[in-house]
C-alpha cells in the first residue's frame, strides 16, 4: 500500500487538539440525550495529531486525479472547471453555517436564493416551477417519473410503461423501474437518433412517458425532437428530459420549448460546482403547469415580502429529500449564473460546442467515429481499429494515465463497441485540447509499434491494474483490524 489507512496510522490517546479547562460544571450526556441514542461504548475513531491528519490527506489528493490538477475529459460527467469564487461564496458564514432546523424568519437571505435560483433555472428550461430537493441527477429523474405517475393518478389511470431510448445512461431505466413501471427500450436508427418508426410501434394508452436525453448521450441533437413530444402527447404521454447535456443547450434551445414537461439539470454539471467520488450533487427538477401541485414539499414561495418553505400542498409527492443539505450547491450554481449572465452562459454553451468539434476533427482519422452526425459538447469514437490490433479501449483509458490526463468515460454508451466517450468542456484551452489529441494520436502510435506498453498500462500511476467490477460487487469500506 503507497499510504497507510488513518487507523493504521492512529496510536491510543494521541489528539490534534487542545482544549482549555473546562470552566463549566459537566453534563452527563444521559442528562440530555435519550438513553436510546446514547453510544454504549466510545466511538472507535482513528487518533492521530493534527499534523498527520493534514499530511495523510494532502498525500492522498497528490495521488488523486482532480479538476485543479489537469484536464479530465469524462464524457457525459462535464468535468469543467470550477471557478473559485463559487467557493468563497459558498464558504460566507451566513451561507456556510446554517443549520436545517433554524426557523424560516432566520433564513430569509437562503431562502430568497432559493427562491432566486428557482426562477432562473425555470426560465434557462422554459418551464414554470422548480424544486431544488433532488439530491443529484438520478434522483431528479426519480422524482420526475413520481410526478408523472401522479399526473396520471389524478386522471384516473397510472399506465404501465415508461420508453426510453437504447442509449439512454443506466440511471434512466433504473429510475422508471423503481418508479413501479416497465421500461420498453426504443432503438436508435443509423444517425443515432430515436428511430421514430419503433418508437411509433411502442405508442398506445400505457405510455405513462418517455424519458430523453437532449442532446443524446451521443452528444448529438434530436433533431426530430417537436415531432417525438408530439406523437407522445398523442396517446396522453408525458416527456421527460434527462437534463445532464444541458451545458451543450444553455441559452440557445429550451427543454418547455421543445416540448417536454419536465427535465432535471444537474447543477454539478452545468453550472459547475465541484463533483466526481460520488458526489456532492444537485438535481433540482423544472415542470410546467401539468405537474407544478405534484412536486415535493416544502416548495419555497414569496408570500409579500418574505419566504416561507410552504408545506401546504395536499397533491404533493411529498419529501424526497429530508433537508436542503446540500445548500452549498445551491450557492455554487447561483454564483456562477449571475457571474456570466445570460450572454456569458450562451458563450459557454457555444464554446462547449466549438472545443468538442475541434478535438473530434483531430481525433477521427486515427478513430473509428461511428455516427457522423455533427455532435453538440460531446463525442463517441470506437477502439474497433485498434481492437483488431489488439488492444481494448480499457487498455488505451489506462495508457492516457500514464500521459497525464483522466481517461475518457468508456464502453458508453452501450450502442458503441469499444466506445470512448469524449467531452472536453469550454474551460479547456487550444493548447491543452491539442496536447491531448497528440498523446491519443502517440497511444494509436504505440498499439502499432509496442502494443504491450499499452496492454500494460498504467506504469505511472500511484496503483495498476485494480479489479473495478469484484470492488462494486464486493463493497467493502469498513476498517477491521
Ligand atoms: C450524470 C448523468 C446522470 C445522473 O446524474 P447524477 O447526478 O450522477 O445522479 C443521468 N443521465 C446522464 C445522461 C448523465 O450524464
Do not use: W
Request: with cysteine; glycine share 8%; net charge neutral.
Amino acid at each position: 500500500m503507497p499510504e497507510k489507512l488513518i487507523f493504521e496510522i492512529s496510536r491510543e490517546g494521541r489528539k490534534g487538539y487542545t482544549l482549555p479547562k473546562n470552566d463549566v460544571p459537566e453534563m452527563s450526556p444521559a442528562a440530555s440525550i435519550p438513553a436510546k441514542l446514547l453510544r454504549n461504548k466510545a466511538a472507535e475513531l482513528p487518533e492521530v495529531s493534527e499534523n498527520e491528519v493534514v499530511r495523510h490527506f494532502v498525500r492522498l489528493s497528490n495521488m488523486n486525479y482532480h479538476i485543479d490538477k489537469g484536464f479530465y475529459p469524462l464524457g457525459s460527467c462535464t468535468m469543467k472547471y470550477n471557478p473559485k469564487v463559487n467557493e468563497k461564496m459558498s464558504s460566507l458564514p451566513g451561507n456556510a453555517d446554517i443549520h436545517p432546523m433554524e426557523p424560516p424568519e432566520a433564513v430569509q437571505g437562503a431562502l430568497e436564493l432559493m427562491y432566486n435560483l428557482s426562477n432562473m433555472l425555470a426560465e434557462i428550461a422554459g418551464l414554470t416551477a422548480v424544486s431544488l430537493q433532488p439530491a443529484a441527477g438520478a434522483q431528479g429523474e426519480l422524482t420526475g417519473i413520481m410526478l408523472i405517475r401522479k399526473y396520471h393518478e389524478s386522471k384516473g389511470k397510472v399506465r404501465s410503461k415508461i420508453l426510453v431510448p437504447d442509449s439512454a445512461h443506466g440511471t434512466n431505466p433504473a429510475s422508471v423501474a423503481i418508479s413501479g413501471y416497465k421500461s420498453v427500450s426504443i432503438k436508435s436508427n443509423p444517425n443515432g437518433t430515436v428511430d421514430i418508426e419503433d418508437l411509433k410501434k411502442h405508442l398506445d394508452d400505457e405510455v405513462a412517458g418517455m424519458m430523453l436525453t437532449n442532446p443524446n448521450t451521443l452528444g448529438i441533437f434530436e433533431t426530430q425532437i417537436a415531432e417525438i413530444c408530439r406523437l407522445v402527447h398523442d396517446v396522453g404521454g408525458l416527456m421527460y428530459m434527462d437534463g445532464a447535456n444541458l451545458n451543450a443547450i444553455v441559452g440557445l434551445v429550451r427543454p418547455g420549448d421543445m416540448g417536454f414537461d419536465v427535465v432535471h439539470i444537474n447543477l454539478h454539471k452545468t453550472f459547475s460546482t465541484p463533483h466526481g467520488g460520488g458526489g456532492p450533487g444537485s438535481g433540482p427538477v423544472a415542470v410546467n403547469d401539468k405537474l407544478r401541485d405534484f412536486l415535493p414539499v416544502p416548495v419555497i414561495e414569496k408570500k409579500g415580502d418574505r419566504f416561507v418553505m410552504e408545506f401546504d400542498r395536499p397533491k404533493s409527492i411529498g419529501k424526497i429529500h429530508a433537508f436542503f443539505g446540500n445548500f452549498g450547491m445551491l450557492v455554487r450554481a447561483y454564483t456562477y449564473i449571475l457571474s456570466h449572465g445570460p450572454d456569458g452562459l450562451r458563450g459557454n454553451s457555444m464554446n462547449a460546442l466549438i472545443n468538442a468539434n475541434y478535438l473530434l476533427n483531430k481525433l477521427r482519422g486515427a478513430f473509428v467515429l461511428p455516427y457522423s452526425a455533427r455532435p453538440m459538447h460531446e463525442f463517441v469514437l470506437s477502439a474497433d481499429l485498434q481492437k483488431e490490433r489488439g488492444v481494448k479501449t480499457l487498455d488505451i483509458a489506462k495508457r492516457i494515465l500514464d500521459y497525464g490526463y483522466h481517461a475518457p468515460t468508456i464502453y458508453f454508451p452501450l450502442i458503441v463497441h469499444e466506445a470512448l466517450m469524449i467531452e472536453p468542456t469550454e474551460t479547456e484551452t487550444k493548447e491543452t485540447l491539442d496536447a491531448f489529441a497528440d498523446a491519443l494520436l502517440r497511444i494509436d502510435e504505440e498499439i502499432r509499434t509496442n502494443p504491450e506498453v499499452v496492454r500494460s498500462a498504467p506504469s505511472t500511476a500511484p496503483v495498476r491494474r485494480l479489479d473495478d467490477a469484484y470492488a462494486a460487487r464486493n463493497v467493502n469500506v469498513c476498517f477491521k483490524e
